[in-house]
């Protein structure tokens, strides 16, 4: 427990009980891939990266303080919640296609987290080409994909504790997840980039650092 | 529930003044007697119902609570968008704090806070950027560390030097089990 929380259990102890929350649940995992991912990133001066979650103050300090990255935060979880609420989720391919309004191969590195498994087939072709075209010959994206279908309706906000470990910060989700993708299923999905790394981590999530090959000559 | 009050007051204070200072305003708390009453000249307030478009200059702190639309420019001042605040403008200033709502590029020599339901869409350049949980923000952050303004006709050749190093990780693998990248 850091001091922080040892101050907000206090504060809380002090006041009025809070109001309503939408986080779950909280957890730290370790992870293998954000420091490969974060490697690809400091090989660069001031890089780009792009944030496909919602925003997280400390990640944000940790990627423009500590690594100098310009970050771009593109919060779909939040649109697709929208579209769900709207009952129109099946216009959300034709809004991803124009979502980004970043420019061909102009971006580092992408933190998808584990997005795709919230979409559609049809969605998730259509986010992974857009993310494919912004992203910069050698750029690395980092994808979370869950190997069981979960009966909550959570989506999850990673906070970055160091560059092993992820805090879990799950809040309420207007859908569940749609699909476990096999592991061709997400190579076929982002067919322009490779796989650099993957891992099966013990929570059951499988973490893949995809690289967009340097065009040849 | 008055005792309590009185049981939380400093030992060291003073024990003839009045119970409570009146706020001066908004993202100025906890200021001595003395120390508000100084500040008091210095702090603006645009109340609720003031709306204003075009271009809002000062040399002197300011909080905004009303509309502006426009630009806004305290260079080596701190503007502070109150929870009533809604500002759709270009914002210059030396420290941003958020509390209400900013549609709108924002410019910090110093530092952008954002609070607990602060919103913000547009891009944000300072050196310093927090934004508190359950805040909203849309748009890109650039925290790179740029040459003052009066300087910037002079290259600095230490942009790179200024950059921190980043940690280049060993990760520990004791949890994880590499796979397969293309099992299937």
Known sequence: ????????????????????????????????????????????????????????????????????????????????????????????????????????????????????????????????????????????????????????????????????????????????????????DIIRLFSGLRVSDSFLLKNNTREILFRKPTTQP | MWKRDEAVRPASGPTNVPPAPAPVAAGSPGLRPEASHSMEKDIVNIGKSVVIKGELNGSEDLTIEGHVEGTIQLRDHVLTIGPNGRIKAQVFAKAVIVLGEVTGNVTASDKVDIRDNGSVDGDIISPRVAIAEGAHFRGSVDMQRKPAPVAQAVKPAATAAAQPQAPLPQAAAQSQTPMAAARN
């Open chain 1, 1 to 184: 427990m850091g001091l922080l929380d040892i101050i907000a259990a206090r504060r809380s102890d002090l006041g009025p009980p809070p109001a309503p929350s939408t986080v779950v649940d909280e957890s730290v995992f370790a992870t293998k891939a954000l420091a490969k991912f974060l490697t690809t990133l400091t090989a660069r001066r001031a890089p780009v990266l792009l944030d496909l979650g919602p925003v997280v103050g400390s990640n944000v300090t940790y990627f423009g303080e500590q690594l100098g990255c310009k970050i771009f935060v593109e919060d779909i979880y939040a649109d697709l919640d929208r579209h769900v609420r709207e009952r129109k989720v099946e216009s959300l391919p034709g809004f991803l296609l124009k979502r980004f309004p970043q420019a061909d191969s102009s971006v580092d590195g992408i933190l998808c987290w584990d997005l795709i498994d919230y979409l559609d087939r049809e969605s998730a072709q259509a986010l992974a080409t857009q993310l494919m075209r912004v992203l910069r010959p050698d750029g690395a994206l980092l994808g979370f994909f869950g190997t069981a279908q979960p009966r909550d309706m959570n989506y999850t906000k990673y906070v970055i504790v160091d560059d092993v470990a992820l805090r879990h910060r799950q809040y309420s989700a207007a859908r569940g997840r749609q699909a476990i993708l096999l592991n061709r």
